[in-house]
């Protein structure tokens, strides 16, 4: 009986999620998520206290997966330009994918959502820990030194959020790459300088 509860939480949790890709939190509606999953209303209530609660646990699922996609791709590479590289570009694919956490990462009118405001909390530290990670990797290795590692994260998470752009996320292409690699140049270039300024 108790696999048979997760199993049907999981399959509301995944209709919901294509559900809500499609027509947004406010438009979608617990008959259409009762009868896409093919489950009653009284059992979609038995799991969820409501709708919103739902659109929770849709969320908090994708943004473990980013998460989860984010830090393979990185641990992946060998070189410190190759890391941020596959931060930025594996971060833009899932996005581009992942619609119901990009909606709670940018949409206004899911702002006053005090579990959006935890999840987008939630989301900026892990960007923060991931970027912190390759800078304290470059240290370690000699590619460049960073004096403020906090402060040199924040503004690369700052940076990136460019390629949150919906054009970005929804048409990835060589050009998107291309971009991404003279980013990155600036940016090492930037901290060679500083390197070369530290050594002198």
């Known amino acids: 009986m108790k696999n048979s509860r997760i199993n ?8 919901a999620s294509g559900i809500f ?3 947004g939190l406010f438009k979608t509606s617990i008959d259409q998520i009762a009868r896409e999953s093919h489950k009653s209303k009284s059992s979609i209530y ?28 990185v641990n992946n590479q060998d070189t410190i330009k190759g890391k941020f ?15 119901n956490i990009y909606a709670a990462l940018t949409e206004d009118y899911l702002t006053h959502y005090d579990f959006i405001k935890h999840i987008r909390k939630i989301y900026y530290r892990n960007e923060l820990e991931i ?3 390759i800078l304290e990797t470059g240290i370690k290795k000699g590619v460049f030194i960073v004096t403020d590692i906090d402060s040199t994260a924040v503004a690369i998470v700052i940076a990136l959020k460019g390629f ?7 048409n990835y292409t060589t050009k998107l790459e291309t971009t991404i690699d003279i980013f990155l140049d600036i940016l090492f270039s ?7 300024k530290n050594i002198s």
């Open 8 to 15: 049907a939480k999981d399959i509301i949790i995944n209709v």
């Open 21 to 23: 890709s499609r027509f």
């Open 46 to 73: 038995y799991h969820f206290k409501n709708k919103d609660e739902i659109f929770k646990f849709v969320v908090e699922k994708e943004m473990e997966q980013l998460k989860y996609e984010i830090k393979k791709s």
């Open 85 to 99: 590289k596959s931060y930025i570009i594996t971060r833009v694919k899932y996005l581009g994918e992942l619609e």
């Open 131 to 133: 970027i912190r990670n």
């Open 164 to 170: 949150e752009h919906p054009l970005a996320l929804r």
């Open 190 to 196: 930037g901290l060679n300088k500083k390197l070369k």
